[in-house]
Structures are given as C-alpha cells and as structure tokens.
C-alpha cells in the first residue's frame, strides 16, 4: 500500500476526549475514528489489524470443529420474550418497531437466535455435540462508553455456540474453548489471566472471564498469589471469622449521631467486626411472561468491618436491577436510615443477609430509631431472611483455598465463556429424542470474544512514548518501507520486489522529510522498518530496524527478498 493515497492520515495532537494512551495512539495513527459516543469506524490500518485477530479466531474455532454462520443483527422480538431478556434487560438493549408493527430488537448477544436455530436442527441425540460460531456485529447501548475500543456501543464479536446432549459434553467442549481462548490471546500477543465469573444477564452456573490486567481497567480483579486463586470481584470469595457465644438478651441503647459503624464503634468502645451494617437498596423485579414491573425494598446485612458486593447482593436478591433507596422509600419499610436493621422491617422488605452475620451473635445493630441501637442482635431469633454470601472480598483478606492473604488489581475483559445449560433450550422448547425415546432438553455453552476491545488492549500493551509497537501477528502491515533517495524508480522497484515475495509492506511514497516520516512511523508502529538511504543504496544495502527495541541492521538489496523473510520470521518467533 502506497502511504500517497491511503485513506487514512496521522495526526500530530492527541483527540481531546482520548482517556487512555492505546486510545489515543489509535485515532492518531489512523487506525480508527469515532462517529459519535461508543461509535467508531475502523480506517485501514485498523480493519486490518481487526483482520489479522479474526484470521486468528477462525483458526483456532475452526480447530475445534466449529462451524462458521452468520446471524442477524436485527432480531424479531419474540426469541427475546421466550426467554424473557426482552423485558428483564434495561435500556442497553434498543427495541423498536417494524413498519408492520412488530416487536424487533438490535441483538448485544444472539442465544435466543441461535437457539431458534438450534430447535429447527436437533430433534434426536445423534445430531449431537454442535458448534457454530459468527464474527459479528453487536449492538449494547451502553450508558458510559469510554477509552476509545474498550467500552462503546457498537462493537465486532466472535461469538461461539455449544449444543450438547448432557453436562459431560458440555463440560468437555467448554474445557475445550477455555484453553482455546489462551491459544487465541497468545497469538495475538495479550497476557491475560482467567478469573471465576458472575454469569449476569446470561445464566448459567459456571463462567469465567479473561482479563487483560491494566490500570485502564473497570473490573476488580482478587488473586492469591500463594495458590492462584482468581475471581472477579463481582464473585470473589475470602475466610470470613465468626463471633461465637452464649445469645444475650435483646437491649437498646441510646447512640446520639452514631449514623456510621467508626462513629458507633467509638461511642460503644467495641470492634467494627461486633456491629451488623445496613445497605438499602431498591430491586426491580420483571415478569417474563408480560414485563410487568414491581420494585422492592432491599436490605443488605453484613458485619460492620465489611463492604457489600452490590452484585452479590442482587444475585441473591433474584432482582433483575438495583438502585440506591431513597430516604422515604427506607422509612415506607419501616426502617430509618443510619439507624435500620431489619428488626421490625415490614413483611414485603427484601432481607439478604451475609453469612458471616448469620454465623456471629451479639452484634450490635440499628433498632430503627432515630439516635438508638440494639444490642445482641442474632439472626433467626431476631429477624429472617435469606443468607448468602454477599460480602466483597478486598486486598488483604484471606484466600478461601489457602487461607493467605489476597491480592488485587484492575483489569479489562477481552473474552467469556459460560456453561449455560438448559436456561435457553427449556425457554425456547429445543429438545432432543434420547436413545429412550423421551425428551430432554439440550444442554449449552455460550463463548464470546471481543475483536475491537482485543485490539485495543494491544495498544495499551504495546506502545512507547512515539506511538504503537505491534506485535507482528496483529499488525496491520509486516513491513514499513521508507525510501530517502531521489530516484523514484528504485524505490518502487523495491517495493514491488518485496510485494511479489508476498510481503505485506506499507510503502511511505509521500514528498515528506525524512523526519516526518519516521515519525509517522514510529505512530503506526508497524514492527520491521526499511529504510533505503542514499549511502546504503549507493553500497547495494537498505537498513533494518526493529520498531520494539530499535536495534538496527544492514541488508543486502541482492538478497531483501530472503532477508527480510528471515527477519520476520525471526519477530514471529519473539511473539509466540
């Protein structure tokens, strides 16, 4: 490709709304463009690059045996209501109408519509394992699109899909795609780490996800360097101790101010971790089979010397969303805020306790008037609820395998994978005939990977302070041809010469100095640069050099072809 008419150009200032430094890199090297909030359009040199991750993700979906279609972005209403994500999915999901009238949505994922599939070609055991996969477009209207391709509202996916007669097929074909997933990232040059995950709007019981770990990241991701354990923080565990003895008797006492366990604990002269806290939070609860909203009041409990995971709490509370409650909506449940417990709280409150709490006596809780707590407070005598663990693990903590203390740090999800087993197949009717003759429902797994957010997170993970440094195996050419001489002919004898030997090369023809030039190259960090001076011209040679580590060396023009080859297999073997 010739740089003189190639769509894109670089630019010298970095986008004023560029939050990152891969973000950044990529718009001023034309890699992308955006459109409008989360709306980017991918120049040449980005879909390129967005080519060479999909040449990647085909090969390895392909190894497994799955078979490539393509689905429908626009999807009819209906697949969506059987299963009942058209109405317990928010406004991130864009539902309109057809000139007929009819329900349509933009599918963010497509289980309903490969199950819709599905139904129409399994009808006996013997058509089983399947696996399809797409690279396609999706739709997700996020509220808070950020950071360039990290997080934005229209975006590329390679999305897989399992069907299995049992949890044993399925189990294999997830094992299967979960080393796959590493395979895939490694190839295209991204550490990542794979944590437990929250299934979220997708069900199931089993996930996990991959994280790029980056302090660009919105996850919170806990470790235990010890013995590896890792989770998101949305479903991190860690060893909880217990207050253990002899239940007292209930006794309220007057605590002026105290609205915070620091201010309680000082009053009362006791530990954080022998106080119960209170977070009151609103759910809304949808009927899959119409959409009827109701809203709930909420009440989270755990010891004082912890946080609540509001993920947790919401999973337990089976609500499909949650929000802060308002004062009046705190005290309509007969609680009042900075003094609430759920002793007294009226029948229709929600009430999720942590497991910590319902395993300690004695805490010392709000009595739900203004200036006054309980004393002796335990669970099962004084109040009910449900019991879970709905604590949020933190740095520090103790792991819940070994026991040593927790580590955390920031990620960005690239990839997912999730066991979903019946919730689709049992919703949408796609059964099987067994060997028996009776029908049971098909079994299925769900994989995702985002090509875009992949791209971007090479860029955070590849750049210096002049612009990218792509791995080879993304980059969007190998070679980054700069002639400095004034015969025109000889240079584009080179780059046709280079060209025929099936090298991707981006050939700098412009009338720019030579400063310009590199510099605009070391912007689109293309890893190999030839540079074809008058002197090395004048002996027969052209210079090499390493776009990573900036190491120099001298080829013979008689032998590019073969030596620049070398060369290249030499930068793949780096990457590998």
Known sequence: MRMSSMFSKTLREAPANADTKGYEYLVRAGYINQLSAGIFSLLPLGFRSVGKITKILREE???????EIQMPVVNSADIWKET???YSIDREMSRFKDRRDADMVLAMTHEECCTYLARQMIDSYKRMPLLVYQIQTKWRDDPRPRAGLIRVREFTMKDSYSFDRDVAGLEKVYKAHYDAYFRIFKRAGLPVVAVGSDSG?????????YMYLSPIGEDTIITCPECGYTANRQVARFRKSTQKEEMKALEIVETPGA????????????RPEQTAKALFMVGTYIDDSDGTETQRLIIGVVRGDMDIEENKLQNAARCSSMRPAQEE????????PGFGSPIGCKEDVVVIVDDAVAASTNLVAGANKEGFHYLNTNYGRDYSGTVADIAQAKEGYLCPVC???????????VGNIFQLGTRY???MNCFYQDENGERRPVVMGSYGIGVGRLLACLAEEYNDDKGLVLPLSVSPYDVHFIPLIKDANASDEVYSRLVSAGIDVLYDDRKESAGVKFADSDLIGIPLRLILGARSFAEGKIEAKFRSTGETRMLLLENLEEEVKALLAELSQVSA
């Open 329 to 336: 909506e705190i005290l309509a449940g007969g609680m009042v």
């Open 425 to 427: 197949s049992e919703a």
């Open 201 to 209: 709007m997708m069900g199931g019981k089993v996930s996990h996800e």
């Open 403 to 413: 026991g040593k203390p927790l580590k955390s740090s920031k990620g960005v999800e």
């Open 259 to 270: 609205k915070t366990i620091e201010g309680l604990s000082g009053f009362l002269k006791i």
């Open 61 to 67: 979906m392909n190894a497994l045996g799955d078979e």
């Open 84 to 86: 009942g994500r058209f």
